[in-house]
């Protein structure tokens, strides 16, 4: 399904991906190399790709939090 909408939108449409799995992983998210390096090839064709490096704010303040529902 995913497949489905990143191949529909190709060049026609904006679509934004946030993840924390490197390119190489991505075969286990959809199942199969090979439909993997299909969607990675339309991304980032047109795409800009922006890596942000340091520690997770999320994590960070989930961590904090005895409960571990975050900072209020």
Known sequence: LLFQ???QA???QSVVF???LEFS???SVFGDDQMAAAVI???V???RLLQFRGESY???HALMSP???GAE
């Open 5 to 7: 909408v990143v191949s």
């Open 10 to 12: 190709y060049e026609t």
């Open 18 to 20: 946030t993840t924390n």
């Open 25 to 27: 992983r991505w075969g």
């Open 41 to 43: 090839d339309r991304v």
């Open 45 to 47: 064709h047109h795409g």
């Open 58 to 60: 999320r994590v960070r």
């Open 67 to 69: 409960g571990g529902g």
